[in-house]
């Protein structure tokens, strides 16, 4: 008798042992599964994913939950309400959604001080009598020393970093961080209600790829840390619009004719652009002005990545700020320089009045992706109270304001002759030499593979010498 096949299905024997595999096929079931109310919002919304480009979303709900003490007007919470809106419409369907990892302190060290880094690292509220006078990193009520602070500070950073690698790996064509944005801090202080320049950090890294790159700031206070980090190179042109009063204003930084070295034989002369402004500005004003300033920057430093930060506390009714800008206004600057097609990095700021913060940065996303949202906040939204009472995308914010147009149509034409005028002293785009681009973005991975293969050459090291032996 011949012996039986032990791999056959229809043997008796084998029954129940050996059998076809009738499990769903890969694309057969979604990896990622939406509630119903969700998937309603994509569908009534028409939420896709762009075509011909990809827009990523960094973000880390580990950065939600600190807080900077009950009276201070940074409210780390904005992110949650933007998050719950951004994901109650469903957009982050259509989105490459990363959850970032902290930055290393080696990371940081890249532009920030090793001794100021360690003193982040270190600092509790409860041990901060220990390190005697912190006056040299400018620590008191604007950037105080709450519970997980240099967790929040790597976090935030961390994500930016990220953000900036995918556009160098053309891994994403736009790249949205909302939590960082923090243009004040400094090499070696705090400023500002910022402690870590996430966005000099992801500057560096996008000059690894970039040979120039343009930086916008559409925050109502000066962009005055950015444009200290980078104030003597021409790889990066910094422009920024703010509330401008030396004596009244924080953070008293940025006139017109503040524009980089006075030496003209310094690379970064003429590289430091400033819009100043004055309380009030409305819509089409700053809409208008925007456009007149950013063009011929483009036209003639002709960048090849953009970083916009997007800080909402130029909206009107801002508990700090001092401009009359609603929602679609302050978005139609971020549309005009998506319409650029460059690789660009979209970071959030200032903002301290959470609600319309959320509002701001949602109807941004929006933008990136090319949404059209509908003005009636998803009921299933988890803070909708927040909202209330109209519960709207689009509540009339410059109505609310109580702050007095004071910049009339000749003081913005002086701005924009300004600008013009010291992009014609700057005279062109620089031509940057390329061939010494490190030759990993990674960062740290390169020397963790390096680690690993030192322990496997040292393990076989081991082994030839025990069998010599």
Same mark, same amino acid.
């Given at each position: 008798? @011949?012996?039986?096949?032990?791999?056959? +299905?229809? &043997? &008796?024997? +084998? %029954?129940?042992?050996? !059998?076809?595999?009738?499990?769903?096929?890969?694309?057969?079931?979604?990896?990622?599964?939406?509630?119903?109310?969700?998937?309603?919002?994509?569908?009534?919304?028409?939420?896709?994913?762009?075509?011909?480009?990809?827009? &990523?979303?960094?973000?880390?709900?580990?950065?939600?939950?600190?807080?900077?003490?009950?009276?201070?007007?940074?409210?780390?919470?904005?992110?949650?309400?933007?998050?719950?809106?951004?994901?109650?419409?469903?957009?982050?369907?259509?989105?490459?959604?990363?959850?970032? *990892?902290?930055?290393?302190?080696?990371?940081?060290?890249?532009?920030?001080?090793?001794?100021?880094?360690?003193?982040? !690292? *270190?600092?509790?509220?409860?041990?901060?009598?220990?390190?005697?006078? /912190?006056?040299?990193?400018?620590?008191?009520?604007?950037? @105080?020393?709450?519970?997980?602070?240099?967790?929040?500070?790597?976090?935030?950073?961390?994500?930016?970093?990220?953000?900036?690698?995918?556009?160098?790996?053309?891994?994403?064509?736009?790249?949205?961080?909302?939590?960082?944005?923090?243009?004040?801090? %400094?090499?070696?202080?705090?400023?500002?209600?910022?402690?870590? +320049?996430?966005?000099?950090?992801?500057?560096?890294? #996008?000059?690894?790829?970039?040979?120039? =790159?343009?930086?916008?700031?559409?925050?109502?206070?000066?962009?005055?840390?950015?444009? !200290?980090?980078?104030?003597?190179?021409?790889?990066?042109?910094?422009?920024? #619009?703010?509330?401008?009063?030396?004596?009244?204003?924080?953070?008293?930084?940025?006139?017109?004719?503040?524009?980089?070295?006075?030496?003209?034989?310094?690379?970064?002369?003429?590289?430091?652009?400033?819009?100043?402004?004055?309380?009030?500005?409305?819509?089409?004003?700053? =809409?208008?002005?925007?456009?007149?300033?950013?063009?011929?920057?483009?036209?003639?430093?002709?960048?090849?990545?953009?970083?916009?930060?997007?800080?909402?506390?130029?909206?009107?009714?801002?508990?700090?700020?001092?401009?009359?800008?609603?929602?679609?206004?302050?978005?139609?600057?971020?549309?005009?320089?998506? &319409?650029?097609?460059?690789?660009?990095?979209?970071?959030?700021?200032?903002?301290?009045?959470?609600?319309? =913060?959320?509002?701001?940065?949602?109807?941004?996303?929006?933008?990136?992706?090319?949404?059209?949202?509908?003005?009636?906040?998803?009921?299933?939204?988890?803070?909708?109270?927040?909202?209330?009472?109209? *519960?709207?995308?689009?509540?009339?914010?410059?109505?609310?304001?109580?702050? $007095? +147009?004071?910049?009339?149509?000749?003081?913005?034409?002086?701005?924009?002759?300004? /600008?013009?005028?010291?992009?014609?002293?700057?005279?062109?785009?620089?031509? $940057?030499?390329?061939?010494? /681009?490190?030759?990993?973005?990674?960062?740290?991975?390169?020397?963790?593979? %390096?680690? =690993?293969?030192?322990?496997?050459?040292?393990? *076989?090291? #081991?082994?030839?010498?025990?069998?010599?032996?």
């Amino acid at each position: 008798m @011949p012996p039986v096949p032990l791999f056959t +299905n229809n &043997s &008796s024997r +084998n %029954k129940g042992i050996v !059998q076809d595999y009738n499990n769903p096929q890969p694309g057969e079931t979604p990896t990622l599964t939406l509630d119903a109310p969700t998937l309603a919002s994509i569908l009534t919304q028409g939420v896709a994913r762009p075509k011909g480009y990809t827009v &990523s979303w960094h973000v880390n709900p580990a950065i939600e939950g600190h807080h900077f003490g009950p009276k201070h007007p940074m409210k780390p919470w904005r992110l949650t309400l933007t998050k719950q809106l951004i994901m109650a419409y469903g957009m982050h369907w259509a989105m490459d959604t990363y959850q970032s *990892r902290a930055a290393t302190k080696e990371e940081m060290a890249n532009f920030h001080e090793a001794d100021y880094l360690d003193f982040l !690292q *270190r600092v509790t509220p409860q041990t901060l009598e220990q390190f005697g006078s /912190v006056e040299r990193f400018n620590i008191g009520d604007d950037c @105080p020393i709450f519970a997980g602070l240099n967790n929040y500070c790597s976090l935030y950073a961390g994500a930016s970093i990220d953000a900036a690698r995918k556009l160098c790996s053309g891994q994403s064509d736009i790249a949205i961080n909302w939590s960082g944005g923090l243009h004040h801090a %400094k090499k070696g202080e705090a400023s500002g209600f910022c402690y870590i +320049n996430d966005i000099v950090l992801a500057i560096q890294q #996008l000059l690894l790829y970039h040979p120039r =790159v343009l930086y916008i700031d559409i925050d109502v206070h000066h962009g005055d840390g950015v444009e !200290q980090a980078f104030w003597s190179t021409d790889r990066v042109l910094t422009l920024s #619009l703010h509330k401008y009063d030396p004596e009244h204003f924080f953070p008293g930084t940025g006139p017109l004719s503040s524009c980089g070295p006075s030496n003209p034989l310094n690379p970064g002369s003429h590289h430091s652009l400033n819009v100043p402004l004055r309380d009030g500005i409305g819509d089409v004003q700053y =809409v208008n002005l925007f456009k007149a300033v950013v063009t011929p920057c483009v036209n003639s430093y002709r960048p090849t990545a953009i970083v916009l930060q997007c800080g909402a506390d130029s909206l009107g009714s801002d508990r700090i700020g001092c401009f009359n800008l609603n929602i679609r206004a302050h978005g139609e600057c971020l549309a005009f320089v998506k &319409s650029l097609r460059l690789p660009l990095l979209v970071l959030g700021g200032g903002g301290y009045t959470p609600r319309n =913060v959320a509002r701001l940065w949602t109807h941004e996303t929006a933008l990136c992706l090319g949404v059209e949202l509908h003005p009636s906040l998803p009921a299933h939204t988890p803070s909708l109270g927040a909202f209330d009472p109209d *519960r709207t995308l689009y509540p009339p914010l410059a109505e609310n304001s109580k702050h $007095v +147009n004071q910049n009339d149509e000749m003081y913005l034409d002086e701005q924009v002759r300004g /600008v013009m005028e010291h992009l014609r002293w700057m005279g062109g785009a620089p031509g $940057v030499q390329m061939q010494n /681009v490190p030759r990993d973005v990674q960062g740290i991975r390169d020397d963790a593979e %390096k680690e =690993v293969q030192q322990m496997i050459d040292a393990g *076989r090291g #081991l082994q030839l010498r025990d069998r010599d032996d």
